[in-house]
């Protein structure tokens, strides 16, 4: 008994929570000059929209920029900050720890608004790389967190006989530790675009005249109800929940190959 | 480096303005906060939404928990998947859905007309309430997530002495699981409640200007009125709220773990 009402409970928050899916898509096809549900028409004006729309197309090329460039930053730095934060014994640990969690935590409109007063100062206001630097920062989080996830779980004893066996430790690494590696950081390096891709305040705040694609929808946002907004929407959302599916699934699937492989636990 | 340079640097920058106006030392800034009604009544709003918020996860979250926790484990694999869903879609197009489906003539108010339940659209949108769902409606999966995990923690073989010993279900339940994993519930509130401090767009496209939160504030304070002093103090209130948040989580994860070690050592 309990148990079906707590089903038909579950299905109908779930519902609540899949709503803008379940009615972004439906809107985003109509044929109207307006936002309307049920549509009357259905049509994909809206999608040939933003790609005829010269605004619409720059501000996805200057998000695409930034999300790559932040992606190739954060996975740099991240994945050298996981690496230290899981393999050296120094004293600061948990307070970098901590430090490399932070972005994730903390308000992003402090962050923005720090940024903003010291970007101000040293004339980085309006700039593509500044900006794309600011977005790496907050996409980091995702790559320590992960990488050094996927670090701890990895045998030792591998990197030790190739020790044994002569190579020098970055050699050994390189050749162990790496490619166990290599699927959490692309599972991350995922992660870290999309976090980039969304990031709206920060990029409020010190982006100066430059348009990214949430920055152009905001505006939009604020004048009229654009019905393009949706069907940038859709497709957005498709785009990552993809992505997303692809990251998780080479993730998951690296895991249980080395599982198979490792040897079992006394 | 990164970090240090981008992170700690401007955040530090901002709390020093608070008490530093570039040449002396100075609590005017601080002074002004407390004498503004305004920033005293935002401030006011931003904890109890806050709060109010994270109490609605909790108990529309818990519940959903729990149904997840008794389903076989590929279900609940599938039921974590249905609940992460949204979670990948931006906030801004999250918060945008909520636009077309509670305006004047958005969705809902159709609906009500339609079923004859109101003759005049009724204001939805631009309310606290708005709000409220909106940040529901985001937060909720997190909160579903950290109680999934502290009731899947409990040790089923104490719900199992419990029946045996000759307790219903429910006395199982409120006396066993709910205790046990009720504190985990608790971590995941604090997460709720200082990403809730925080929110920036939900309000700005939801609330309208009578429910504009600390964020909000802050972005008005540095591109509208131009008081960049009173928004680093604002920035700093909501950071050592923020810390203050942590400081407690870290304290009942500590004392957590060590119950489930100590406590309850098999």
């Given at each position: 008994m309990t148990r079906i009402v707590l089903a038909v409970y579950f299905a109908i928050v779930t519902?609540f929570l899949?709503?803008?899916?379940?009615?972004?898509?439906?809107?985003?096809?109509?044929?109207?000059?307006?936002?309307?549900?049920?549509?009357?028409?259905?049509?994909?004006?809206?999608?040939?929209?933003?790609?005829?729309?010269?605004?619409?197309?720059?501000?996805?090329?200057?998000?695409?920029?930034?999300?790559?460039?932040?992606?190739?930053?954060?996975?740099?730095?991240?994945?050298?900050?996981?690496?230290?934060?899981?393999?050296?014994?120094?004293?600061?640990?948990?307070?970098?720890?901590?430090?490399?969690?932070?972005?994730?935590?903390?308000?992003?409109?402090?962050?923005?608004?720090?940024?903003?007063?010291?970007?101000?100062?040293?004339?980085?206001?309006?700039?593509?790389?500044?900006?794309?630097?600011?977005?790496?920062?907050?996409?980091?989080?995702?790559?320590?967190?992960?990488?050094?996830?996927?670090?701890?779980?990895?045998?030792?004893?591998?990197?030790?006989?190739?020790?044994?066996?002569?190579?020098?430790?970055?050699?050994?690494?390189?050749?162990?530790?790496?490619?166990?590696?290599?699927?959490?950081?692309?599972?991350?390096?995922?992660?870290?675009?999309?976090?980039?891709?969304?990031?709206?305040?920060?990029?409020?705040?010190?982006?100066?005249?430059?348009?990214?694609?949430?920055?152009?929808?905001?505006?939009?946002?604020?004048?009229?109800?654009?019905?393009?907004?949706?069907?940038?929407?859709?497709?957005?959302?498709?785009?990552?929940?993809?992505?997303?599916?692809?990251?998780?699934?080479?993730?998951?699937?690296?895991?249980?190959?080395?599982?198979?492989?490792?040897?079992?636990?006394? | 480096?990164?970090?240090?340079?981008?992170?700690?640097?401007?955040?530090?920058?901002?709390?020093?303005?608070?008490?530093?106006?570039?040449?002396?030392?100075?609590?005017?800034?601080?002074?002004?906060?407390?004498?503004?009604?305004?920033?005293?009544?935002?401030?006011?709003?931003?904890?109890?939404?806050?709060?109010?918020?994270?109490a609605i996860c909790l108990v529309m979250g818990y519940p959903m928990a729990y149904f997840m926790a008794g389903l076989a484990p590929?279900k609940r694999v599938m039921a974590t998947?249905l609940i992460l869903?949204?979670?990948?879609?931006?906030?801004?197009?999250?918060?945008?859905?909520?636009?077309?489906?509670?305006?004047?003539?958005?969705?809902?108010?159709?609906?009500?007309?339609?079923?004859?339940?109101?003759?005049?659209?009724?204001?939805?949108?631009?309310?606290?309430?708005?709000?409220?769902?909106?940040?529901?409606?985001?937060?909720l999966p997190i909160v579903v997530l950290t109680c999934l995990t502290s009731i899947l923690d409990v040790e089923r073989?104490l719900v199992k002495?419990a029946r045996?010993?000759?307790a219903t279900p429910r006395q199982a339940f409120w006396k066993v699981v709910f205790p046990l994993s009720v504190s985990g519930a608790a971590t995941g509130g604090?997460?709720c409640?200082?990403?809730?401090?925080?929110?920036?767009?939900?309000?700005?496209?939801?609330?309208?200007?009578?429910?504009?939160?600390?964020?909000?504030?802050?972005?008005?304070?540095?591109?509208?009125?131009?008081?960049?002093?009173?928004?680093?103090?604002?920035?700093?209130?909501?950071?050592?709220?923020?810390?203050?948040?942590?400081?407690?989580?870290?304290?009942?994860?500590?004392?957590?773990?060590?119950?489930?070690?100590?406590?309850?050592?098999?």
């Amino acid at each position: 008994m309990t148990r079906i009402v707590l089903a038909v409970y579950f299905a109908i928050v779930t519902g609540f929570l899949l709503l803008p899916l379940i009615f972004l898509v439906p809107i985003s096809l109509t044929d109207s000059q307006f936002l309307e549900f049920p549509p009357t028409s259905l049509s994909l004006r809206w999608y040939r929209e933003f790609f005829t729309d010269q605004s619409w197309l720059d501000a996805t090329l200057v998000s695409l920029k930034i999300g790559i460039g932040a992606t190739i930053l954060s996975l740099l730095f991240g994945t050298l900050a996981a690496i230290a934060l899981v393999r050296a014994d120094f004293r600061a640990k948990g307070v970098l720890t901590a430090l490399f969690i932070a972005p994730l935590i903390i308000p992003s409109v402090v962050l923005a608004l720090a940024l903003y007063i010291v970007f101000l100062r040293w004339r980085l206001v309006n700039n593509i790389y500044a900006l794309t630097l600011a977005h790496a920062l907050i996409a980091m989080p995702y790559v320590v967190m992960i990488v050094a996830g996927s670090l701890r779980r990895f045998d030792m004893t591998i990197e030790r006989a190739a020790r044994i066996l002569g190579a020098g430790p970055a050699r050994a690494f390189v050749h162990t530790a790496l490619p166990f590696l290599t699927p959490a950081m692309f599972a991350s390096a995922i992660l870290a675009f999309f976090a980039s891709f969304d990031e709206l305040i920060i990029t409020l705040f010190i982006s100066g005249g430059l348009q990214t694609l949430p920055v152009r929808i905001w505006n939009d946002l604020s004048l009229k109800l654009d019905p393009t907004v949706p069907a940038v929407a859709v497709m957005l959302t498709l785009v990552s929940i993809i992505g997303m599916s692809i990251g998780e699934i080479v993730r998951r699937r690296n895991e249980l190959r080395y599982q198979t492989h490792s040897v079992p636990e006394a | 480096m990164l970090a240090a340079v981008l992170f700690v640097y401007p955040v530090f920058g901002v709390l020093t303005l608070t008490v530093h106006d570039g040449t002396s030392f100075t609590a005017e800034p601080v002074r002004q906060i407390y004498t503004s009604q305004l920033s005293i009544i935002v401030l006011q709003r931003t904890f109890v939404t806050a709060a109010t918020v994270t109490a609605i996860c909790l108990v529309m979250g818990y519940p959903m928990a729990y149904f997840m926790a008794g389903l076989a484990p590929r279900k609940r694999v599938m039921a974590t998947y249905l609940i992460l869903l949204p979670f990948w879609i931006s906030i801004l197009i999250r918060t945008y859905t909520w636009i077309i489906l509670l305006g004047r003539e958005g969705v809902l108010n159709k609906a009500l007309s339609a079923l004859g339940l109101t003759g005049e659209p009724i204001q939805l949108l631009y309310t606290p309430v708005a709000v409220h769902v909106g940040m529901v409606q985001i937060l909720l999966p997190i909160v579903v997530l950290t109680c999934l995990t502290s009731i899947l923690d409990v040790e089923r073989d104490l719900v199992k002495a419990a029946r045996s010993l000759g307790a219903t279900p429910r006395q199982a339940f409120w006396k066993v699981v709910f205790p046990l994993s009720v504190s985990g519930a608790a971590t995941g509130g604090i997460i709720c409640f200082i990403l809730c401090l925080g929110f920036y767009v939900t309000p700005t496209l939801l609330g309208g200007r009578t429910s504009i939160l600390i964020a909000n504030l802050i972005d008005l304070q540095v591109h509208k009125t131009l008081k960049w002093d009173l928004a680093a103090v604002m920035a700093s209130a909501l950071l050592l709220a923020t810390f203050a948040c942590l400081l407690f989580y870290w304290g009942l994860t500590r004392k957590r773990s060590e119950f489930a070690t100590g406590g309850l050592a098999r």
